[in-house]
């Protein structure tokens, strides 16, 4: 078999986290709207190229050798920007053998609280989770199309180093709002990157929850981290006064616990099943940060 060719369309937070992952797996490009984005990609080990919507020449000779397209580019009210730009081109790649989409549990809508698996009822609330599931069926279709698998994986709150609550406490942005009843579901990056790899070795396809064991309140992630951090977490604050954009308002308004049965099925094992063994882990590593191992912050 010849050397994997890898195309990140959005090779953002989660897409970099990948590429470090890789082990030399393969050559890895990936796209970004901002040329001044390109030295943190080559940083992850990316060979970088610029998309705004439109296929490009350097886009169309990398799509000619890419074996696995990996897309992380959220839907607008035009579509999907990727498939707008290349669904024909992807059509014909001649190496083609699989295809990622990075989707959201915010498919899922509201559930009160209540487990949602893969078989469950999309009916989403916002109109960026109907996208999301126009384009999901848009991504299905085109791997049906053309014979080719396609991995949903539909993600929750994503974050890892430098994206954490030990980085919010650090910064004075970090707040406990409580909802009573209210969870979310989260993500560590490095699971992200660990899901995708399985699926990809496997040329998986279907629709994957990629979320950890503990769906949990927020308040109750930033109060275990103040305690790794020996600080004070910050003050109860109600969510009915809290100052909050119709955005992250929004996101109390959807209520679930996503379940992971399907990756699970695949054969993939959690590096980190809950939070509190990812705070540990990036606490002792000194990583929480921007990735940088160092010593943790001291205790004050």
């Known amino acids: 078999m010849s050397e994997k060719q890898i195309l990140i369309f959005g090779a953002g937070y989660s897409g970099k986290a990948f590429a470090r992952a890789s082990k030399d797996a393969g050559t890895i490009l990936g796209t970004t709207r901002a040329a001044e984005k390109f030295e943190a990609l080559r940083q992850a080990g990316i060979q970088p190229l610029l998309f705004n919507g439109a296929l490009t ?3 169309s000779d990398a799509l000619e050798k890419t074996t696995h397209l990996v897309v992380s580019v959220a839907p607008e009210e035009a579509g999907d920007p990727v498939l707008n730009a290349a669904r024909q081109a992807i059509a014909k790649m001649p190496a083609l053998e699989w295809i990622a989409y990075l ?48 991995a949903i994986l539909r993600l929750s709150g994503i ?41 990809l070795e496997d040329i998986s396809g279907g629709i994957f929850n ?26 109860e604050i109600p969510f009915e006064t809290a100052q909050l ?56």
């Not at 305690?227 to 004070?232: F, N, P, S």
């Not at 540990?280 to 590593?285: I, N, P, S």
């Open 245 to 300: 954009s119709p955005m992250a308002r929004s996101f109390y308004g959807e209520n679930k616990r996503v379940a992971n049965t399907a990756i699970k099925a695949a054969g993939y094992r959690f590096r980190f099943p809950d939070y509190r063994s990812a705070f540990d882990h990036m606490w002792v590593l000194g990583n929480w940060r921007d990735g940088e191992a160092r010593s943790p912050m001291k205790r004050s």
């Open 210 to 235: 990629v979320t950890d064991d503990l769906p949990a309140p927020p308040q109750d992630v930033v109060t275990y981290a103040a305690g790794l951090m020996g600080v004070t977490p910050p003050p």
């Open 159 to 199: 974050y890892g180093p430098g994206r954490n609550a030990l980085v919010n406490l650090e910064n004075g942005t970090a707040r406990r709002l409580i909802k009573p009843g209210q969870v979310f579901n989260r993500i560590h990056c490095d699971d992200i990157a660990g899901a995708l790899w399985h699926l």
């Open 103 to 150: 989707s959201t549990v915010g498919v899922y809508g509201d559930h009160g609280g209540g487990w949602v698996d893969e078989t469950s009822e999309c009916r989403p609330l916002s109109k960026r989770s109907m996208l999301r599931v126009a384009a999901e069926q848009d991504w299905l279709k085109l791997g049906r199309d053309i014979a080719r698998p396609v």
């Open 57 to 59: 020449l350097e886009i």
